[in-house]
């Protein structure tokens, strides 16, 4: 049976103006999702009963800003810091090779950098998914095993 390590992930990133790019030097990054529930337990009855409801998903993007640090990590940090407000494109990759990747737009919603004496300088980059919108049948979240 195979296993997937960290060292095998990757990131690319795609921001409105810009062409997909491999953001070089990521050490982490993570994908969470939850799903609301909503009760819809009838008068009278005894137990409670919970349909599903809406996904939400949340993550992070951690790297190094490195001398091998190109366009795509600065198109990165100008839509944390001054981007447009619209979505962007990510693509967060299992493994090395094939297709094992989520896939989604989101905002990046915070970035937290810095460097300390002996240390490299570090990029974390926090981001909500935008979700698909039921009227156009959109796909948000492409998990692609």
């Given at each position: 049976m195979a296993f997937f390590t960290g060292e095998e992930g990757s990131?690319?990133?795609?921001s409105s103006t810009g062409t997909t790019e491999a953001i070089v030097s990521t050490t982490a990054w993570s994908f969470s999702t939850t799903r609301d529930v909503i009760e819809?337990?009838?008068h009278g009855a005894t137990q409670r009963r919970y349909v599903p409801s809406l996904v939400t998903a949340t993550g992070s993007i951690e790297f190094l800003y490195s001398a091998a640090t190109g366009n795509e990590t600065a198109a990165l940090l100008q839509e944390a810091t001054a981007g447009d407000g619209e979505d962007a494109e990510f693509e967060l990759f299992i493994g090395t090779s094939g297709g094992k990747?989520?896939?989604f737009n989101g905002i990046i919603t915070s970035m937290d950098t810095g460097t300390a004496l002996g240390e490299l300088t570090s990029v974390s980059c926090g981001f909500q998914a935008s979700m698909s919108d039921p009227s156009t049948a959109a796909t948000g979240i492409v998990i692609a095993a």
């Open positions: 990131v690319n990133f795609k819809c337990t009838a990747k989520i896939t």
